[in-house]
């Protein structure tokens, strides 16, 4: 936005105040050239320096064409102006720029990001589990037995229970703890699932990046619970994570 050419053209003002840092080089200026006839445009219009990025990776990904930030803007530009032209109208674009100036920059994914440019479709916890939201938290309460948690375990094909007692999540069963217990003693099945269980699983939000979710999973942690902010839960395995790679 850091051109003062569109209040210019529709005002006659030359106005500071529409001076801004901008990215964008070589279209659009803050200051006003004077070999330029205004009178020979019709139109201006402001094109933000993210949609000129944005839109130049767009016309290389989309149309193989490699050319610079302006053409970026142009693009973008034309679009913001399509309810002006009727379908029979002919729209001739100059891109004026190469693309080899901007490898650095626009067509540098960090770059990109720094300036909050990237427009990346980042997967959440509520992306994963969205496809089984109906499904039930299978859960084991503390004064159960192991035989209990172990019945579901198969009855449902699930690996790993999280155990609530009155006050909320208090602790996981999985087969790793499960088995070790069973070593260590073939009656594991009559105590309580209390004296075997491990920690609860971690809870995260339904924005939560899948990314951070991700690095919760540990050789001690074997799931995620994610608040469906309604008071009920849903689990998240290492299945799941797998399941959502794109």
Wanted: charged share 30%; with cysteine; net charge negative.
């Amino acid at each position: 936005y850091g051109s003062v050419f569109k209040k210019y053209h529709e005002t006659g003002i030359f106005d500071e105040n529409e001076i801004y840092s901008y990215i964008t080089e070589g279209i659009g200026e803050d200051i006003l050239p004077k070999n330029v006839d205004f009178s020979l445009i019709d139109g201006f219009t402001k094109v933000t320096d993210k949609d000129a990025a944005v839109y130049t990776r767009k016309i290389a990904l989309e149309e193989a064409i490699f050319v610079g930030n302006s053409a970026g803007a142009c693009i973008k530009g034309l679009l913001q102006l399509k309810e002006h032209f009727k379908p029979e109208d002919v729209v001739v674009v100059l891109f004026h720029d190469s693309g080899s100036r901007y490898v650095g920059k626009m067509f540098n994914d960090d770059w990109m990001r720094e300036r909050g440019f990237l427009e990346e479709n980042v997967t959440k916890a509520e992306d994963v589990i969205k496809d089984h939201l109906d499904k039930q938290l299978i859960v084991v309460r503390t004064e159960e037995l192991v035989s209990h948690a172990i019945e579901r375990m198969r009855k449902y094909k699930i690996s790993q229970i999280p155990v609530v007692d009155i006050n909320g999540f208090v602790g996981s069963v999985d087969e790793t703890d499960l088995f070790r217990s069973y070593v260590a003693d073939k009656n594991v099945a009559e105590k309580p699932i209390k004296e075997v269980m491990g920690k609860p699983f971690p809870i995260v939000k339904l924005g939560t990046p899948i990314e951070e979710v991700s690095k919760l999973f540990t050789k001690e942690n074997d799931a995620v619970l994610v608040d469906l902010e309604n008071g009920n839960h849903h689990i998240i395995t290492k299945y799941d994570i797998i399941g959502s790679i794109k």
